[in-house]
């Protein structure tokens, strides 16, 4: 299956070799004072055409409008000096800040990190979480579901207190709540029934102890009353990013090699963007996404539902990936090296490698991009 995928995957990358790398873009500065700082990440406010965006080394995150590109608001949040991911609800009426680092010095460790929410209309803290695996907005805008330890919490924006909703042993990194607010997907560790199952069907008993050590599983919970609905049929290298396409679906696992893999195979690999179908859990081998970026890569999908944009490395420098999310070819790419030192001016810093957060406009018709302490302004070549 690996191998269909790598080929997959080898095919789409020749592809994109084979887009035009049409540059038609704007850049533009929104700090306070001339390059004051660097950004993090982007998302757009639904249903306007607003974004907000998070910096490093700074503390505010900052309202945009897009049609000017001048500030409508400042908001202070946590001293976090690697910047923070967005995420806002569904109405556009809250933003979640995930804490971000500059180096993940335990990439084999299941990752616990602070949460905020923030009200977006007065820029007060709703909620603070200060270790939590993954947390995610409720279609429903009226709590935060949160994985903290082994066990799915609900936290009511109200600020009413947190509800234990269901356990989940041996959870991971990653949550991912479907956009109708009836499925939970949660990464955890194998179940020796599952492994010894899947082991025998892919005819490797011999390396039971292996995929116990080094690969995860994905399974899918009903709201309704928190039963167990499907593991995945395939297994996973550390997942990072688990998320529902914007039609339920299918659902996207974005997972990374045990460092140990890495050193033992002596191969650095490509890490796989996986797509599974959302009904029955099957993993669709023939359709996936590839991200080689540094850190765990920011990953959009278009407002039409048709297309995914995620941000990848190419050998040295970030790009920008605009990618059909029902065939998985790729159909534009922004190389962010041939903006690097096209006039850029005294004062001017690109990002560090792979930091870079993506948001596309309201008709899809542009991206915005954050790079170091510029944003582009992409006109998207389909």
């Given at each position: 299956m690996k191998r269909i995928i790598a080929i997959a995957c080898l095919l789409s990358a020749l592809h994109a070799k084979s887009q035009g790398t049409n540059m038609e873009f704007e850049k533009f500065d929104i700090s306070p004072g001339a390059y004051a700082f660097l950004h993090a990440d982007i998302d757009i406010i639904p249903g306007?055409?607003?974004y907000v965006v998070s910096a490093q080394q700074s503390f505010p995150f900052y309202e945009v409008d897009g049609k000017n590109h001048e500030l409508v608001g400042v908001h202070d949040v946590g001293n976090w000096y690697a910047g923070s991911r967005l995420s806002v609800s569904s109405q556009g009426k809250y933003v979640l800040l995930q804490q971000l680092y500059y180096i993940d010095f335990l990439p084999n460790k299941d990752r616990e990190v602070q949460f905020q929410v923030l009200d977006l209309e007065t820029g007060s803290s709703?909620?603070?979480?200060?270790?939590?695996?993954?947390?995610?907005?409720h279609p429903n805008e009226k709590e935060l579901i949160v994985l903290e330890g082994d066990d799915v919490y609900s936290y009511p924006l109200s600020g009413a207190g947190k509800k234990r909703l269901f356990p989940v042993p041996a959870a991971t990194n990653?949550?991912?709540?479907?956009?109708?607010g009836k499925q939970i997907a949660i990464s955890h560790y194998p179940e020796d029934d599952?492994?010894?199952?899947?082991?025998?069907?892919?005819k490797q008993k011999k390396n039971f102890k292996l995929y116990k050590k080094y690969r995860q599983c994905v399974s899918v919970y009903s709201t309704d009353n928190f039963e167990k609905l499907y593991t995945v049929d395939d297994m996973f290298d550390i997942p990072y990013v688990l998320q529902y396409g914007p039609r339920g679906e299918y659902l996207i696992c974005y997972s990374v090699p045990h460092t140990k893999v890495v050193a033992k195979t002596g191969m650095q690999g490509t890490n796989y963007i996986s797509k599974i179908d959302a009904s029955n859990g099957h993993s669709l081998p023939n359709v996936g996404f590839v991200s080689n970026s540094i850190y765990e890569p920011d990953i959009e999908f278009s407002h039409n539902k048709d297309y995914i944009g995620l941000?990848?490395?190419?050998?040295?420098?970030?790009?920008?990936?605009?990618?059909?999310?029902?065939?998985?070819?790729?159909?534009?790419?922004?190389?962010?090296?041939?903006?690097?030192?096209?006039?850029?001016?005294?004062g001017e810093f690109p990002a560090d490698a792979?930091?870079?957060?993506?948001?596309?406009?309201?008709?899809?018709?542009?991206?915005?991009?954050t790079?170091?302490?510029?944003?582009y302004k992409w006109?998207?070549?389909?």
């Open positions: 306007q055409d607003r709703v909620l603070k979480i200060s270790a939590a695996h993954d947390a995610e907005f990653c949550l991912a709540i479907s956009p109708d599952f492994l010894n199952d899947f082991v025998t069907k892919k941000v990848t490395i190419n050998t040295r420098f970030p790009e920008v990936w605009v990618c059909n999310f029902n065939n998985g070819k790729i159909v534009a790419r922004f190389e962010l090296a041939q903006r690097l030192f096209e006039g850029m001016k005294k792979g930091r870079v957060g993506i948001a596309f406009s309201p008709d899809d018709e542009h991206m915005y991009i790079n170091g302490s510029l944003i006109k998207i070549p389909y």
